[in-house]
């Protein structure tokens, strides 16, 4: 579905070059579960970053479903973002003065669409999500559970083909993270590729069909058959 | 995602900043407010001239002048605007009425008080165009030939009368006091009988062989001449009377061309007083004199030259046609509705003056608007990043940003519109009171047509809407990946 070729990401500070990501080949099939481990400052977000087309490699390809994200303009790219990924962030990353549904909503302001299916989209998913009553509240009147479930719900809302978690379990209590994690586990049987970017490994050895390491920008270690294929 | 979705979303961010909205509106409105008012006056003066223009018919008026020295040429005589030039200008195709411009000066005696003043003739079909169809009290005199006179607030001035009806059905005693030619004649040949013995005695008969004595004693004979004809002429003078019935008083009319005389009399009472003699003011002598019409005064009307010929034209025929006709026919014309495109143009850029003051303030409320932007974009740098990751790109960023800015100059535009009408209106009432004290009738200077309305939005949006580019560019350029960081 989504393969990288000895792609990198190096930033220049100074005289330094800071390899972020240095050429990571990784393949990733339909309906996998994945799970990006590795410590902090691994390169493990910025893989993810790359994967989701929000940074662009300084060298190798991303390739989705046979199109390389590096041929695309800026303008390609976000078109990717709008309809074929969905991102959750550690943070929630929320829009705190929009209600739930106001947030779960923004995601498909650049997918078409009208107004009212807009609003009937959002407020489908957020009931499957079991927000039905939390739509109009802010984001600082929900619990941390329930904001990632409403990033979830954003996420979720335009039907991507690729959903991508940057520690979405970071800010969570254990109850929230084991909640969300099945919930997103859910999802990856009804079909949804997943790739999530964790340090906790036994969550990722929990829920992943597969965990790679990632060592100072390189991918060190794949492990497959996690325990998630059988949960 | 849709316009109306850009401007939700953009009221949604303004309406969270209500203090620094707020002030950044105020300096929109207050820059709109201004060129609003400022243009307004411009607008209002431009107005009231248009509708005098209208309401006078002067649009369809063309006045008929002699060619001036300049344009006559050197070589050629300027042709005179006689009865021969009236007949003539009045048969181009499109000229439905040509009057002369005939003044006099008579007395005019009301009641117990009388006053010299001058008088016009004009026929009862020139008194029926809009240029003089205006009355302040009565109407037009029944016929050219009716013992009537219509009058101009003017000389109600003069009378010291403030109510033109009290004025209606009076009776008024026109007089003129005229000098005739044969007097003048009369008084060439001296009375003294021994007087052409005394010349011919005087003359050195010895000396007539020089001609520097005969030029001179040519000279004394004809200064003496001259002397006797003049002291006849204005020595044996007549009293012609007319007693007429005030039927109207006209309304108010301005100086300078459409000007009119104090007195209106139909055109044959005026005949009447012409064809007695010659007025006794010195300079209808001498424009006699320099006309050639010294001589034909008493008989022929038709060698009297006019200074002005009006023409009322016919709306619907080209103005240039008639006025060619007219410069083909060796005059010059005047066109009020010429006239008035100049007065047009002059507007435009009085109106573009006057708007600078108001553009000016614009920039300073668009400094205020790239500050307020440029704010919102260090707040707002994670929800940039956010709404990237959803799937916007640089162009639905910036035109967020831009509508935002766009936005604050419209309800700038429209506040600010409001404001300035409201100052206007204030404005008005001062000056409309000043007005009153002064004896000026109250004119409004101010106006708010369709087109400033359109205007000042269009300026307000474009001006915020520029101000807001830059710091849209700025916010369509944040890394998604720097923002959300940012954290």
């Known amino acids: 579905m989504i393969r990288t070729n000895k792609v990198c990401r190096h930033y220049i500070r100074g005289p330094q070059i800071i390899k972020a990501v240095d050429e990571v080949s990784l393949a990733i099939e339909e309906q996998e579960f994945v799970a990006v481990v590795g410590s902090s400052g691994s390169g493990k977000s910025t893989l993810l970053n790359l994967l989701a087309g929000l940074d662009s490699p300084t060298a190798g390809s991303i390739e989705f479903r046979g199109t390389t994200l590096n041929n695309l303009s800026r303008r390609g790219l976000s078109q990717y973002r709008a309809k074929s990924v969905g991102i959750m962030f550690q943070s929630f990353n929320l829009i705190y003065h929009r209600t739930a549904l106001e947030n779960v909503e923004l995601a498909l302001y ?73 919930l997103l586990s859910d999802l990856n049987r009804q079909g949804l590729t997943i790739v999530i970017v964790t340090h906790d490994l036994e969550i990722a050895g929990e829920y992943a069909h597969r965990m790679v390491r990632m060592h100072y920008g390189r991918l060190v270690d794949h492990q497959s058959e996690g325990h998630g294929g059988e949960a | 995602m849709t316009f109306r979705d850009l401007v939700a979303i953009s009221a949604g961010n303004l309406s969270r900043m209500k203090l620094r909205t707020f002030l950044t509106v105020s300096g929109v409105v207050i820059a709109i407010g201004t060129f609003v008012a400022m243009v307004s006056f411009g607008a209002g003066n431009q107005k009231y001239i248009s509708e005098q223009y209208e309401e006078l018919g002067l649009f369809s008026t063309l006045q008929v002048h002699r060619l001036s020295k300049t344009a006559a040429g050197d070589s050629t005589q300027a042709r005179p605007l006689d009865q021969q030039a009236l007949n003539e200008l009045s048969k181009i195709p499109g000229v439905r009425l040509a009057y002369p411009f005939d003044a006099m000066t008579v007395t005019a005696a009301l009641a117990d008080s009388q006053l010299s003043a001058k008088a016009q003739a004009l026929p009862l079909s020139a008194m029926q165009t809009r240029l003089f169809s205006q009355f302040r009290a009565g109407h037009s ?27 209606i059905g009076d009776t008024m005693v026109i007089s003129i006091r005229v000098a005739t030619i044969d007097s003048g004649l009369a008084g060439l040949i001296p009375r003294d009988s021994g007087w052409i013995r005394q ?18 004693q040519a000279k004394r004979l004809t200064n003496e001449a001259i002397s006797r004809f003049v002291n006849g002429f204005f020595e044996h003078r007549a009293i012609v009377k007319e007693t007429l019935t005030v039927v109207g008083v006209l309304e108010e009319r301005g100086a300078g061309r459409t000007r009119m005389e104090p007195i ?60 060619d006709s007219v410069r083909a026919m060796g005059f010059e014309p005047f066109s009020f509705a010429q006239m008035f495109e100049e007065m047009q143009k002059f507007f435009f850029y009085f109106n573009l003056a006057l708007s600078v003051v108001g553009l000016i303030a614009l920039v300073t409320a668009s400094l205020g608007i790239v500050n307020t932007m440029v704010m919102s974009i260090l707040e707002r740098r994670r929800e940039i990043g956010v709404l990237k990751s959803l799937g916007a790109d640089d162009r639905h960023i910036r035109i967020l940003f831009l509508v935002e800015s766009g936005v604050i100059g419209a309800v700038g535009s429209v506040v600010g519109i409001l404001v300035g009408w409201g100052v206007t209106r204030i404005a008005s009432v ?58």
């Open chain 2, 199 to 216: 010349q011919v005695r005087a003359i050195q008969f010895d000396s007539l062989l020089q001609s520097a004595y005969r030029q001179r």
């Open chain 2, 430 to 487: 001062i000056i409309k009171q000043f007005m009153m004290k002064s004896g000026v009738g109250p004119i409004e200077l101010f106006a708010l047509p369709l087109w400033l309305i359109l205007t000042a939005v269009a300026v307000g949006i474009v001006v915020s809407v520029a101000a807001g580019y830059y710091p849209a560019s700025r916010a369509a350029k944040v890394d998604p990946v720097e923002a959300l960081r940012n954290e």
């Open chain 1, 110 to 182: 650049f997918n078409g669409g009208s107004r009212g299916e807009r609003r009937t989209q959002a407020t489908s998913i957020l009931e499957r999500l079991g927000l039905a009553d939390r739509m109009g509240h802010r984001p600082a009147d929900l619990s941390g559970g329930e904001q990632q479930r409403v990033a979830l719900a954003r996420a979720l809302v335009k039907k991507p083909a690729l959903l991508f978690a940057d520690e979405p379990t970071g800010n969570l209590d254990q109850d929230n993270a084991t909640q969300i994690m099945a």
């Open chain 2, 141 to 167: 005199f029944s016929s050219d030939s009716a013992k009537e006179v219509v009058v101009t607030p003017q000389l109600l001035h003069l009378f010291g009368l403030t109510h033109p009806d009290s004025l």
């Open chain 2, 264 to 323: 209106v009399l139909p055109v044959a009472i005026a005949a009447k007083f012409r064809s007695s003699g010659l007025s006794d003011d010195p300079s209808a002598l001498f424009t006699a004199f320099s006309q050639g019409t010294v001589f034909s005064l008493d008989s022929a009307a038709s060698s009297r030259s006019y200074p002005q010929i009006t023409l009322d034209i016919d709306p619907n025929v080209p103005l240039k046609a008639i006025s």
